[in-house]
């Protein structure tokens, strides 16, 4: 019999902890009992959480010590279950994703009986959601746990190892004692391996909340370590982020760069957001962001404006630094008291330049000179326009 319909009868016939029912398809590292173990210990904080989770009818952020202590402990547990069904799938007969997903849900313990369909729904189950990554060669698994509010997270990745797989990798928030400690709405991303055959990842998450539709948004960029629960963080960084659109962020990665996109405020209220952009390059020793900062010249000045100067900086012309350090400075004291608004995007008579409007009262602009195409640098900044930049481009508000 084919072993994965093998394993898929043993899942949906197994009467407790779902474990091989093959010879083969157990490994040298498979420990029936540790499963057993593991999924009985996570019984009594999971059951905990959830009460914790349909108590919570008037949205309270903070947690009671006692949940504290039950999501903590149900993660060290969760993290004692995965390893144990993974080491029951051999390296050589790779584990589908739905397959070893189907046997961590049958293998946690069952969510406790709830009063209603309401309470039901209220109260989310754990659910688990595993991939392969560099064509088998790496095993991801997430468990998204409901917290009241919203939900954490907890990231293993196993590596083929001795016939068996090896946990290489453990990623998850620190203890919390407020609901936005917790990791909602996780996502990662494996680079391919570069020529000396190493590989890091990006992760991301927002903090969850019982209402609003901005959140921060935390990034960072991995690197496995000595220890699979001590990975190397190669970069982290922190942003407002808006997901009324349901836009939690967009990763991606090649061998020598980590991107991010995602929902932000624009300095023009009426716009209300706009996308931004970290791209990093992380070949090196140190992480440097590269271009693109912006998919077009007005969020490429909005982009310019909220920025540090020595950030904004990398961004400009050095010819003129002086003076875009000036007008930099001048227009970060005016956004605390001004109204910006952008104007039309004209194009310039010569080059790839154009020039940006960016009101901030009944009769009173700034025009910012921006050349390039998609490495955008800031060339000049005026009060006045520049008449050689008198065509109007077409769409340039969102």
């Given at each position: 019999?084919?072993?994965?319909?093998?394993?898929?009868?043993?899942?949906?016939?197994?009467?407790?902890?779902?474990?091989?029912?093959?010879?083969?398809?157990?490994?040298?590292?498979?420990?029936?009992?540790?499963?057993?173990?593991?999924?009985?210990?996570?019984?009594?904080?999971?059951?905990?959480?959830?009460?914790?989770?349909?108590?919570?009818?008037?949205?309270?952020?903070?947690?009671?010590?006692?949940?504290?202590?039950?999501?903590?402990?149900?993660?060290?547990?969760?993290?004692?279950?995965?390893?144990?069904?993974?080491?029951?799938?051999?390296?050589?007969?790779?584990?589908?994703?739905?397959?070893?997903?189907?046997a961590l849900a049958a293998?946690?313990?069952?969510?406790?009986?709830?009063?209603?369909?309401?309470?039901?729904?209220?109260?989310?189950?754990?659910?688990?959601?595993?991939?392969?990554?560099?064509?088998?060669?790496?095993?991801?698994?997430?468990?998204?746990?409901?917290?009241?509010?919203?939900?954490?997270?907890?990231?293993?990745?196993?590596?083929?190892?001795?016939?068996?797989?090896?946990?290489?990798?453990?990623?998850?928030?620190?203890?919390?004692?407020?609901?936005?400690?917790?990791?909602?709405?996780?996502?990662?991303?494996?680079?391919?391996?570069?020529?000396?055959?190493?590989?890091?990842?990006?992760?991301?998450?927002?903090?969850?909340?019982?209402?609003?539709?901005?959140?921060?948004?935390?990034?960072?960029?991995?690197?496995?370590?000595?220890?699979?629960?001590?990975?190397?963080?190669?970069?982290?960084?922190?942003?407002?982020?808006?997901?009324?659109?349901?836009?939690?962020?967009?990763?991606?990665?090649?061998?020598?760069?980590?991107?991010?996109?995602?929902?932000?405020?624009?300095?023009?209220?009426?716009?209300?957001?706009?996308?931004?952009?970290?791209?990093?390059?992380?070949?090196?020793?140190?992480?440097?962001?590269?271009?693109?900062?912006?998919?077009?010249?007005?969020?490429?000045?909005?982009?310019?404006?909220?920025?540090?100067?020595?950030?904004?900086?990398?961004?400009?012309?050095?010819?003129?630094?002086?003076?875009?350090?000036?007008?930099?400075?001048?227009?970060?004291?005016?956004?605390?008291?001004?109204?910006?608004?952008?104007?039309?995007?004209?194009?310039?008579?010569?080059?790839?330049?154009?020039?940006?409007?960016?009101?901030?009262?009944?009769?009173?602009?700034?025009?910012?000179?921006?050349?390039?195409?998609?490495?955008?640098?800031?060339?000049?900044?005026?009060?006045?326009?520049d008449p050689q930049c008198?065509?109007?481009?077409?769409?340039?508000?969102?």
């Amino acid at each position: 019999m084919n072993a994965i319909l093998l394993r898929i009868i043993c899942i949906l016939f197994a009467s407790a902890v779902v474990l091989p029912c093959a010879a083969d398809a157990v490994t040298p590292g498979c420990a029936e009992s540790a499963a057993r173990r593991a999924a009985t210990a996570i019984a009594g904080p999971y059951a905990a959480l959830r009460r914790a989770v349909l108590a919570n009818t008037t949205l309270d952020v903070d947690l009671a010590p006692a949940t504290t202590t039950a999501i903590t402990t149900l993660k060290r547990e969760l993290v004692a279950l995965v390893d144990a069904q993974v080491a029951c799938f051999g390296a050589e007969s790779l584990p589908e994703a739905p397959l070893l997903d189907l046997a961590l849900a049958a293998a946690a313990p069952a969510a406790p009986a709830t009063t209603g369909v309401a309470e039901e729904s209220a109260a989310p189950a754990l659910r688990f959601g595993s991939r392969r990554e560099h064509d088998g060669a790496l095993l991801s698994v997430v468990v998204q746990i409901p917290i009241p509010c919203g939900s954490d997270s907890l990231w293993l990745v196993y590596a083929r190892h001795d016939g068996g797989w090896r946990r290489v990798l453990q990623w998850t928030s620190e203890p919390y004692t407020r609901i936005d400690g917790a990791w909602d709405a996780f996502q990662h991303a494996v680079s391919p391996r570069n020529a000396d055959g190493r590989w890091f990842a990006v992760v991301s998450h927002i903090r969850p909340w019982c209402s609003s539709s901005w959140s921060t948004l935390d990034y960072t960029v991995l690197r496995p370590g000595a220890d699979a629960d001590r990975p190397l963080r190669v970069l982290s960084g922190s942003d407002s982020l808006w997901w009324g659109g349901d836009d939690m962020g967009r990763l991606d990665v090649d061998a020598g760069h980590a991107e991010l996109r995602f929902r932000g405020a624009s300095i023009d209220l009426g716009a209300h957001n706009r996308e931004f952009i970290r791209r990093y390059d992380v070949s090196g020793t140190t992480p440097r962001r590269v271009a693109p900062v912006a998919d077009s010249p007005r969020d490429f000045v909005d982009e310019w404006i909220v920025s540090s100067w020595p950030v904004s900086r990398l961004w400009s012309q050095e010819a003129s630094a002086t003076a875009l350090e000036h007008a930099h400075g001048q227009i970060r004291v005016a956004r605390k008291d001004a109204s910006f608004e952008f104007g039309d995007t004209m194009a310039c008579a010569a080059g790839d330049a154009v020039q940006v409007e960016l009101r901030d009262g009944d009769d009173a602009s700034w025009f910012f000179r921006v050349a390039g195409r998609s490495d955008y640098r800031m060339v000049a900044v005026a009060r006045q326009g520049d008449p050689q930049c008198a065509k109007a481009l077409p769409a340039t508000r969102e």
